[in-house]
């Protein structure tokens, strides 16, 4: 029977790109946020080796290049485990919007995976293998509200936020792909990061009161979209509490103290992508993607 689990959505609450590293990737300061708004993955074992994935909801590529046949292979390899994987994957999260879809739908495989196999990895191991899938995956694994550090992929937990409502907006003719966002705001990152706005970023991540995301990739993405900065005003006097662009975008997010005022806010937006999600506490989350029985 197979096994099924939600691949939860994150905002991220504050998002600073400081510098340039040695590895050639990006220097970051992030506060992660998982929200309700989730992909759904069926999967099961098989006693035929290999991967067959079915996506549905989203033009995404079901074979070597998707994030799910990557960290199966992964676990595969890692738990040195015979057979196959079946796999059904529905996404809602939209595609190259910001929201982590992908990296969720990754971490889902692999804490479903195990759970199916009956294992368990030390975690400093799994995160190994996530981290190997992507920056963000890490943070899938942990859930709830968390700073990450270098490339994302440190990660500290932090208190949970009173729960809060999220409207997502996403126009439907923009999708903005992540390493081209980075590459535009690469002219603005040729000195490394100063320390003082290294130690400034942390103090404010570490902040629980802050309800007014960051976000260093709007002046680029706005500029080259000006649509989304006119969807985050509208948000913000649709009454939200703070609006940004959702990772490197394409959506943006408000946040609302209350479902009411999210639901009225959201039907401000037709003709747009529109989703009402709520933040996730790390003990809810746990619960959901079961797991007590994996880390």
Known sequence: MPLRLPAFAKINLELHVLGHRPDGYHELRTVFQAISLHDTLELERTRQPGIRLEVHGAAVAADASNLVWRALDALQQACRCGGGWRVRLQKRIPVQAGLGGGSSDAAAALIGGLRLLGRRLAPERLLELAAGLGADVP??????????????????????????????????????????????????????????????SCIRSWSSRSLIPENDFEPVVFERFPGLRRLKRRLLRAGAAGAALAGSGSAVFGLFPDPAHARRAAAQFSGQRVWVARTLTRGSYRRWLGLAGVV
């Open 139 to 200: 943070f899938f694994l942990l859930g709830g509200r968390a700073l990450g550090l270098g490339r994302g992929e440190q990660l500290y937990p932090l208190p949970d936020l009173p729960r809060t409502w999220v409207v997502v907006v996403q126009p439907d003719a923009v999708t903005i792909s992540t390493a081209e966002a980075y590459r535009w705001l690469d002219q603005q990152l040729t000195l490394p990061p100063a320390p003082s706005r290294l130690m400034v």
